[in-house]
């Protein structure tokens, strides 16, 4: 039977005795003959040796000592191994994704810019080979076809013979074109197609067998030759010139919407200079009001279209115009419908710099005292060119004391302007000068202290500011001008709105047979 007190016994005398055992120190190991025992004991003593191990002394200390050898062992044998470790930079290469036989390698080279190089008109005609024999002379072709471009203020003849044409077959083409057209009235940059035929011998310029080219804009004008001479063949092409109108709600902008309705920019700026040199746009003219624009505008049969000036402005409000503006006269001036011209200021600035110094009191730069500065001074470098305020009679014109070189002008209105210390006089006394002549140039002539323009205004013979004065002009039709001015403006509101963009039939005269676009790029060649 077993005894529960002699358990209890021994398990307290084995708790006694493991109460007595003696602890275990740090260097004391306890035998435990399993593999996990045995690898944690070992992991102890790693652990206590590298804590006691000097692995990196400190090397300012002891400088010489086994101590500091040994650090600096340490340190060297390190950074050896992190130069060894360090990553290169060369490239990586990976593996193909086809693979390349010399067959694939020859069809890569043809594809290259290679071949080019050495003669071949593109990768897949090679160039020539020692296999390859010249040929004495190379066949001409039987028709070589060019663009030639007029340029400014060039000759037809010279841009012929540039072009390969004979003398005498460029003279006697450049004299045809000028009985139908004159050459100054042709644009510059008019591309002209010439067709060139089989030269008679090796020395000879090649004849031209056609000739084309758009001369205006309703002409087409063609040479051809027809039983061995050479004809001129005006060709006139139908155009449309009814005027484009446009009309529509002004909105929160007046330029968007004009441009939404189909008004070209460059009309839409015009109508928004005119109509704002009469009325404050922003102001004056409100979403609901209407604008009425009308454009020239001319359409060829055979597609192309010709923006011109803006004709009339106008703005609608409650189905009466507030403001009507024509074109009229050879000065291209907007009237209102009674006749009466655009506002124009008649004053201008002298130069175009900016004023240095006012009209008033100041102290003189150079005599050193306050006196009355009795005119604008305006900033200029020397020889600016100095430009009369508007029209008028020079009633003096020389050297005038501290003004040096002073010119003065009579305006009407019992106004008068001067314009001292200039370098130069270019008018003379009793000249009659217009507005925005040059009168001279910029100078530092008299009492001034730097190149500048001293700008006076008198009134009935009285300095005043100049600044206070601004001159209008306003231009007025009468008697039969007036008549045809009122005519000229009934047709234009006649006009209806996208009248000008109604379906054009084509002209079938001027129709040509569909040019293949691979035909004309490989064919054509330009001459510069």
Same mark, same amino acid.
């Given at each position: 039977m077993f005894d529960e007190r002699a358990g209890a016994g021994q398990e307290g005398h084995g708790g006694h005795a493991a109460s007595r055992a003696p602890q275990a120190g740090p260097g004391h190991v306890s035998r435990d003959p399993s593999l996990t025992g045995r690898l944690g004991a070992w992991r102890r003593r790693a652990g206590h040796a590298l804590a006691h191990a000097d692995l990196a002394p400190d090397l300012s200390r002891d400088i010489g000592s086994k101590r500091w050898l040994r650090g600096m062992a340490t340190l060297v044998g390190l950074s050896a191994v992190a130069i060894a470790a360090f990553p290169g930079f060369s490239p990586v290469e990976a593996a193909p994704a086809m693979r390349i036989d010399d067959s694939v390698r020859d069809e890569f080279r043809s594809q290259m810019i290679m071949p080019l190089a050495l003669g071949a008109d593109s990768g897949r005609r090679m160039g020539a080979t020692l296999a390859v024999t010249t040929l004495t002379?190379?066949?001409?072709?039987?028709?070589?076809?060019?663009?030639?471009?007029?340029?400014? *203020?060039?000759?037809?003849?010279?841009?012929?013979?540039?072009?390969?044409?004979?003398q005498d077959e460029a003279s006697l083409i450049a004299q045809m074109i000028e009985r139908a057209v004159p050459v100054d009235q042709i644009a510059p940059g008019t591309q002209v197609d010439i067709t060139l035929g089989r030269r008679t011998s090796t020395d000879a310029p090649r004849p031209v067998d056609a000739l084309s080219f758009r001369a205006r804009f309703d002409l087409q004008l063609a040479?051809?030759?027809?039983?061995?001479?050479?004809?001129?063949?005006?060709?006139?092409?139908?155009?449309?010139?009814?005027? %484009? $109108?446009? $009309?529509?709600?002004?909105?929160?902008? %007046?330029?968007?919407?004009?441009?939404?309705?189909?008004?070209?920019?460059?009309?839409?700026?015009?109508?928004?200079?005119?109509?704002?040199q009469q009325y404050d746009i922003d102001r004056e003219i409100g979403a609901e009001d209407e604008f009425d624009m009308i454009v020239d505008y001319r359409r060829a049969a055979t597609g192309e279209v010709e923006v011109g000036d803006l004709v009339y402005a106008a703005v609608i409000r409650g189905d009466r115009p507030r403001v009507q503006l024509m074109r009229w006269g050879r000065e291209g001036r907007f009237y209102d419908a009674a006749g009466e011209g655009e506002l124009r200021e008649g004053?201008?600035?002298?130069?175009?710099?900016?004023?240095?110094?006012?009209?008033?009191?100041?102290?003189?730069?150079?005599?050193?005292?306050?006196?009355m500065h009795s005119g604008l001074?305006?900033?200029?470098?020397?020889g600016t060119p100095i430009y009369a305020a508007t029209n008028g009679v020079v009633n003096f014109a020389g050297r005038n004391g501290g003004y040096g070189n002073f010119v003065r002008i009579r305006h009407p209105g019992n106004l008068s302007t001067g314009y001292a210390h200039m370098s130069r006089i270019a008018v003379s006394n009793g000249q009659n000068v217009r507005r925005g002549q040059v009168i001279g140039y910029v100078g530092s002539t008299g009492l001034s202290t730097g190149p500048h323009l001293h700008y006076e205004m008198y009134r009935d013979g009285q300095k005043i500011d100049p600044a206070s004065v601004r001159f209008v002009n306003r231009a007025q039709i009468s008697g039969a001008d007036l008549a045809n001015f009122r005519e000229?403006?009934?047709?234009?509101?006649?006009?209806?709105? *996208?009248?000008?963009?109604?379906?054009?039939?084509?002209?079938?005269?001027?129709?040509?047979?569909?040019?293949?676009?691979i035909d004309r790029i490989e064919n054509r060649q330009r001459v510069q």
């Open positions: 002379s190379a066949p001409e072709r039987p028709r070589l076809d060019l663009v030639a471009t007029l340029a400014q *203020g060039d000759g037809f003849d010279r841009m012929l013979r540039r072009a390969g044409v004979g040479v051809e030759r027809q039983g061995g001479r050479l004809v001129l063949d005006p060709r006139p092409i139908k155009v449309d010139a009814t005027p %484009l $109108r446009i $009309r529509g709600k002004v909105g929160p902008s %007046l330029y968007r919407a004009a441009r939404a309705a189909g008004a070209p920019p460059s009309s839409v700026q015009q109508f928004l200079r005119t109509i704002g004053l201008i600035q002298p130069v175009p710099g900016a004023i240095s110094s006012r009209f008033g009191m100041r102290r003189h730069p150079i005599l050193g005292y306050r006196r001074d305006f900033r200029a470098s020397s000229q403006l009934l047709r234009l509101q006649l006009v209806r709105p *996208g009248a000008a963009l109604a379906s054009l039939a084509p002209d079938t005269a001027a129709s040509e047979e569909p040019v293949r676009e």
